[in-house]
């Protein structure tokens, strides 16, 4: 399959841990995306990369939210010292060259963060 | 920045009739305009897109109209199917790399 991927799919996690989520896009897209849904809404910008450079981060990524695109492949979307307020969906969205043309955003399955 | 409304937040149809979903948008830097498509427990899927230089896209059942000077578009389903039963979100591209998503309209297709 070549479309975008995460993992892992759920997370359950105590409050005050740190967690990790990791997105892999459609190889030959260079935009990444990652966006946090809550329930009945839709989803929310966090931060954006170009290739290995983060180009856009929303106001909503506290310093608690850091998120990495080393080789311009893969991302990670890092949150430390987790607060129950963090419990959403985490979705990953890639466009590039190819599929779709330059601005098509496709989505991952997203990964539920669920914090006790 | 942008911001992207959405109306109805829900929408009840019967099977084979029209369902419309409106979207205004604030700036008119905004450039490009998708519709996706969720089902519950579910990633959204891109189901038609529209840019700023043209006016109405169509596919199939599924049409997208946009109004630049009015900062609005709309996506139009004919024909109703209870498997269009789902929960709707607009977006509007904004500076060339960030995307504001409407709150979603969640459409009950009743057979």
């Known amino acids: 399959d070549t479309g975008v991927s995460q993992d892992p799919r759920h997370k359950i996690t105590k409050r005050g841990q740190n967690v990790t989520f990791r997105c892999d896009p459609i190889?030959?897209?260079?935009?990444l995306y990652w966006y946090r849904q809550t329930l009945g809404q839709g989803p929310e910008f966090l931060t954006y990369?170009?290739?290995?450079?983060?180009?856009?981060k929303s106001r909503l990524l506290s310093d608690r939210f850091s998120a990495e695109r080393p080789k311009g492949s893969f991302s990670t979307l890092e949150i430390q010292r987790t607060e129950q307020g963090d419990s959403a969906m985490y979705l990953c969205?890639?466009?590039?060259?190819?599929?779709?043309?330059?601005?098509?955003?496709?989505f991952g399955p997203g990964t539920r963060l669920t914090v006790l | 920045g942008e911001n992207v409304e959405q109306h109805p937040s829900t929408l009840s149809v019967q099977e084979g009739d029209s369902a419309v979903i409106k979207c205004t948008y604030s700036d008119s830097a905004s450039n490009y305009f998708p519709w996706y498509k969720q089902e519950l427990g579910k990633r959204p899927q891109l189901i038609i897109d529209?840019?700023?230089?043209?006016g109405e896209k169509k596919d199939q059942r599924i049409a997208v109209t946009l109004n630049k000077t009015a900062k609005h578009f709309s996506l139009h389903i004919t024909e109703t199917q209870p498997e269009d039963s789902a929960v709707y979100f607009c977006?509007?591209?904004?500076?060339?790399?960030?995307?504001?998503f409407g709150s979603g309209t969640k459409l009950n297709v009743k057979p």
């Open positions: 190889s030959e897209h260079n935009r």
């Open positions: 969205a890639s466009s590039g060259q190819g599929r779709g043309g330059t601005d098509t955003q496709y």
């Open positions: 990369f170009q290739n290995e450079a983060q180009l856009e």
């Open positions: 529209i840019r700023s230089n043209v």
């Open positions: 977006a509007a591209l904004y500076n060339f790399n960030k995307f504001y």
